[in-house]
């Protein structure tokens, strides 16, 4: 009789080591998927980067323009939508208040200033990321649980000066 007692009681601690095992890898698999889900989240949250030069010089009543340059987005760089405000005092002559990047995400600001002088002007870069088709319905319906939607507008700002003279630089005269 003892020995029976003693095959079931190691009967009973493989089955119950077997349980702890199970359970444990399955809080492993959860804290990993959480983890991942959570990369996913943060890379998806990441604001774009924008790229102007502090400050340019454009010539009166010509056109001039900015190079806008973007990083810090993967896939969504077809999205971007640019805004331009000038921030100090606003010149006369016409400036486009909003362009969109092209399929790099990269843009370029235009206008034409008719009064002399320095402008600040502040450049917005939105974004809409949405969660990639890759992904199984049931992770998507986490992370727009965590998110409360299923895509994110994003949105980044810098300021830049564009100053305007009254004409352009003296060319250089070479004397021999």
């Not at 980067?49 to 806008?68: A, F, M, Q, Y």
């Not at 973007?70 to 999205?79: P, R």
């Not at 992370?143 to 994110?152: C, Y």
């Amino acid at each position: 009789m003892r020995e029976k007692l003693s095959f079931y009681f190691v009967l009973y601690l493989v089955a119950l080591t077997a349980l702890l095992a199970v359970t444990n890898e399955r809080n492993i698999a959860m804290r990993e998927a959480k983890e991942l889900i959570y990369n996913l989240i943060g890379k998806l949250n990441q604001k774009p980067l924008i790229t102007v030069p502090d400050s340019v010089t454009w010539i009166l009543n010509r056109e001039g323009s900015v190079p806008v340059l973007i990083a810090g987005i993967d896939h969504a760089k077809s999205s971007v939508r640019y805004t331009v405000q000038p921030l100090d005092q606003i010149p006369t002559g016409t400036l486009e208040k909003e362009f969109i990047g092209d399929g790099s995400g990269n843009g370029v600001f235009l206008g034409k200033i008719e009064t002399a002088g320095r402008y600040k002007f502040r450049i917005s870069a939105e974004v809409s990321k949405r969660l990639p088709d890759s992904l199984s319905q049931k992770i998507r319906e986490r992370i727009a649980k965590i998110l409360g939607d299923s895509s994110l507008h994003l949105r980044s700002d810098t300021t830049f000066y564009v100053t305007v003279a009254p004409r352009g630089p003296e060319p250089t005269q070479f004397t021999l």
